[in-house]
């Protein structure tokens, strides 16, 4: 199955925001690590939270995250620059599912907001 990788950035927030990857190809079952790269453009620290989505919408029950930045807020100091994983399986079941069993692509969008917290704006 392929997965795709899509960042996006709430224009409020002042962060340089990609997969380091844009698609990797994952057997369902394996777990798989990619990394997302976020740079705070600013001259001071902000704070930011992630919201993600998967498509198509009936492939989400079968992605599960293990490991994810969008599981805490992120905080990031004027100028810093992290890389930030997420480790992720596809459940084998999706084969087996007759509204999945055709797709051959999923995508993970994430979107970062800011967040207000006593960080922003230090």
Not at 30 to 41: C, M, P, R, S
Request: aromatic share 14%.
């Amino acid at each position: 199955v392929g997965v795709r990788f899509d960042a996006n950035i709430h224009p409020g927030l002042p962060w340089r925001f990609e997969p380091e990857q844009t698609k990797v190809t994952v057997k369902p079952g394996a777990q798989t690590k990619i990394f997302y790269k976020a740079q705070n453009l600013s001259a001071r620290a902000w704070t930011g939270q992630a919201v993600y989505n998967v498509s198509p919408d009936q492939v989400g029950k079968y992605f599960k995250k293990i490991q994810c930045f969008c599981f805490n807020e992120q905080t990031l100091k004027a100028g810093e620059s992290v890389d930030m994983p997420v480790v992720f399986f596809v459940d084998p079941k999706i084969k087996q599912d007759p509204d999945t069993k055709d797709i051959d692509e999923i995508t993970l969008s994430y979107t970062f907001y800011p967040v207000e917290t006593g960080t922003a704006g230090r």
